[in-house]
Structures are given as C-alpha cells and as structure tokens.
T-cell receptor, first 114, second 115 residues
Framework: AQSVTQPDIHITVSEGASLELRCNYS??????LFWYVQSPGQGLQLLLK??????LVQGIKGFEAEFKRSQSSFNLRKPSVHWSDAAEYFC????????????FGQGTELSVKP | GAGVSQSPSNKVTEKGKDVELRCDPI?????LYWYRQRLGQGLEFLIY????????KSGLPSDRFSAERTGESVSTLTIQRTQQEDSAVYLC?????????????FGPGTRLTVL
C-alpha cells in the first residue's frame, strides 16, 4: 500500500541552526513528492515538489529537498532556520495513475528556540 | 479570487445534526479536492472532482458523507447525522488539472466541532 512516514512528530532547533526533516515513502513506482508547510490558522502552502530529473530540488523560503530512490526518502533541509519557520511540515506523495489526490504523512511540528 | 476560500471557518454542531461546508476554488481550476485533518494527524483524502468526470469518492469514510460540485465552481461537502469522530478540519484544494504534476492550492479550512 502507498504510504508516507514522517518519523519525527516534533523537532526543536535553535534559530540559525540547520534543519533536516525526514520523509520516507512506500510506493511501487517513482512517485511525485511534495513538501507543504502549515502555519497556525493558515492553509497549506507548497514549499517544493519533485517530479523527475535533478534529485535535489529547491523551494521557497530557502528550503531544499533531496530525492533518494535507494532509500525511498525525500528529506527536507534548510541550512539556517529562522523563527518564522516554526510551523507544521507535511510530506506528501502524488501517485501518477490515481489523479492528483495526495497521500500525506502525519506531519512534523517544528519549534524554533531563540 | 486570489485563492481558495472556504466557509464557514468554524462550525460547532450537535451530534446527529447535518452540516454543509463550502469551497470556492481558484477561478479556472478544473480539479477540486476535499481532505480531512484530524487533530495531530496528516490529511486524509476524501473526494475529488475533475471537470465533468465522475468524482473519485474512494476516500469518503461512510455514506453519511457526500459532496457536490457545480461545473467547475463551488463545491459543498455535506455530513449527515454528524458524529463526534467527524470533528476535524476539512480542507479544500484546487488545481488547474488533475494530473500528478498539477500543484494543489489549499484553502484555510473549516474547523468542525461535533458536541
């Protein structure tokens, strides 16, 4: 069955420190992969997406993610976290042959210490 | 409008009542999705509409849930005889098409509380 796992429910980092949020997926073929961010009281905003090609993708707000087929992973990174990055982050898979519906992980809540 | 809008933003209802949630997609977007987000969990797909095709209802949890869409505009999600487990945030998203590469744009959600 298709699934997305985000092993870390909650992460706390200091402002200015680097960040890596983990995402593992289970899918029979190459998936379309997404990272969304959800700030309190707001809808989800797309950070970045991977469809094909270069496995390192750049997104908005200084985020990047790397697709590693051998590890079935799509981890999100940021070299220096800002206090405004505190939010909930969701990894999602978009199966090619089932329309555009997305399968989401349970999310990782990021807290940023001053 | 500039983005996906949903109404109401909050809805409190009593167990057993029916509720109707509304979604206005981005103009020109042919695909529309409904997701449910329970407290502390990720989003669960409920249903999606693509143009005039039959909707994909594979995610609806029970026959108490239904949704309609008028053409390529407004959609309503109806929950009949609400139960406490229906309490969640209901998110709507729209995209230009329903291909896997079409970015989904999400609305702010409707927070439903069933007492």
């Amino acid at each position: 069955a298709q699934s997305v796992t985000q092993p870390d429910i909650h992460i706390t980092v200091s402002e200015g420190a680097s960040l890596e949020l983990r995402c593992n997926y289970s899918y029979g073929a190459t998936p379309y992969l997404f990272w969304y961010v959800q700030s309190p009281g707001q809808g989800l905003q797309l950070l970045l997406k991977y469809f094909s090609g270069d496995t390192l993708v750049q997104g908005i707000k200084g985020f990047e993610a790397e697709f590693k087929r051998s590890q079935s992973s799509f981890n999100l990174r940021k070299p220096s976290v800002h206090w405004s990055d505190a939010a909930e982050y969701f990894c999602a898979v978009g199966p090619y042959n089932q329309g555009g519906k997305l399968i989401f992980g349970q999310g990782t809540e990021l807290s940023v210490k001053p | 409008g500039a983005g996906v809008s949903q109404s109401p933003s909050n809805k409190v209802t009593e167990k057993g009542k029916d509720v109707e949630l509304r979604c206005d997609p981005i103009s020109g977007h042919t695909a529309l999705y409904w997701y449910r987000q329970r407290l502390g969990q990720g989003l669960e797909f409920l249903i999606y509409f693509q143009g005039n095709s039959a909707p994909d209802k594979s995610g609806l949890p029970s026959d108490r849930f239904s949704a309609e869409r008028t053409g390529e505009s407004v959609s309503t999600l109806t929950i009949q005889r609400t139960q406490q487990e229906d309490s969640a945030v209901y998110l709507c998203a729209s995209s230009l098409g329903a291909g896997g590469t079409d970015t989904q744009y999400f609305g702010p959600g409707t927070r439903l509380t069933v007492l």
